[in-house]
């Protein structure tokens, strides 16, 4: 149900009058509305600061590799000799998402991109975005207190690889919370939109 809080709009401007569904309800600086539109027309970025960005991306790493690992029966505290293809594996990941047309922010460069490493690359225990240990869904949605945020990073990790985990479907997901979010839009709530939805992508890759 909408509810009527103080957010920000794109430009970061105080708006207290805009009925919003905020998600994630803590652990960003800058949640959003309609989480699942944004994705589908290329705003989930948008109106964000840049660490909520590295963090976006560093989440939707770790749960992609801590659901595969589950799969696969391995611990999802990474060991030691298991660390190094753990980091290789989000440096690859940055790289196909900036191999996708207009997936990632237009000022996206190096400097944006090592800095998204060096946050998941502190090994301090008290860093929850550290890659020594890769949270399951649960734990992210504790996190958070969110329930549905980790489908949000489910599906960009879908739009970075271009396939799902064994046993799940992103498409299917995805169409249920946008269905969700239409049915909760209140009178007057804007979703922000662009000319190319991001199912298009999808269809190319």
Known sequence: MSTPVQTKDEGHRPNPTVPVMLSPM?????????????????????????????????????????????LDGKPRHVPNDEKRAVADGLRKFLHLAEEVPELLPKEWNWVHAARCKVLAGDEDIKN?????????????????????????????????????VADQDAEILWGMMLVGEEMAK????????????????????
């Not at 652990?27 to 970025?45: E, K, M, S």
């Not at 600061?49 to 790493?61: G, P, R």
């Not at 209140?186 to 939805?197: K, Y």
């Open 26 to 70: 803590t652990g960003l600086d800058d949640p959003v509305t309609f989480a699942f539109h944004r994705l589908t027309y290329n705003t989930w970025f948008e109106g964000r600061c840049w660490t909520d960005v590295f963090k976006l991306i560093i989440e939707s790493y770790r749960l992609r590799v801590a659901t595969q690992r589950d």
């Open 128 to 164: 929850w975005y550290s890659l020594e240990y890769l949270p399951n869904e649960d734990e992210i949605a504790e996190w958070y207190q969110d329930n549905f945020f980790p489908a949000q990073l489910q599906i960009f990790a879908k739009l970075v690889y271009g396939t799902d």
């Open 186 to 205: 209140g009178e007057g709530d804007e979703i922000p939109t662009v000319q190319t939805p991001r199912q298009s992508l999808w269809e190319r890759r």
